[in-house]
């Protein structure tokens, strides 16, 4: 069992920056890949960004590429989500999410454990 904490969202104007955290808790986090998700209103919720166990590899959906960076620090159980060059299509609820499938994907039916989420607010 693993529990997620999302923070660090906010409100930021276009072309500034958030560096989002999740933070978990229970058992061997290291065992886990992590993704990132978001869901806009009125919009299916959809891959953001996936790291590895070891954080030796990312990936990332087309539309934050270049912009958004995820890291991840397992001593700390911690992974983050640095986003930079934040446009208002970037507006949504943020979740982090665990799988213990070995490989990241980008079908939210693949992981087990979510966080609550936390807004982001990008205005124009």
């Known amino acids: 069992q693993v529990q997620l904490v999302e923070s660090g969202g906010g409100l930021v104007q276009a072309g500034g920056f958030l560096r989002l955290s999740c933070a978990a808790s229970?058992?061997?986090?290291?065992?886990?890949?992590m993704g990132w998700f978001r869901q806009a209103p009125g919009k299916e919720r959809e891959f953001v960004g996936g790291i590895s166990r070891s954080g030796g590899s990312t990936y990332y959906a087309d539309s934050v590429k270049g912009r958004f960076t995820i890291s991840r620090d397992n001593a700390k159980n911690t992974v983050y989500l640095q986003m930079n060059s934040l446009k208002p299509e970037d507006t949504a609820v943020y979740y982090c999410?665990?799988?213990?499938?070995?490989?990241?994907?980008?079908?939210?039916?693949?992981?087990?454990?979510w966080g609550q989420g936390t807004q982001v607010t990008v205005s124009s």
């Open positions: 229970g058992r061997a986090f290291s065992n886990y890949v």
């Open positions: 999410a665990a799988t213990r499938a070995g490989w990241i994907s980008t079908a939210h039916m693949a992981y087990d454990y």
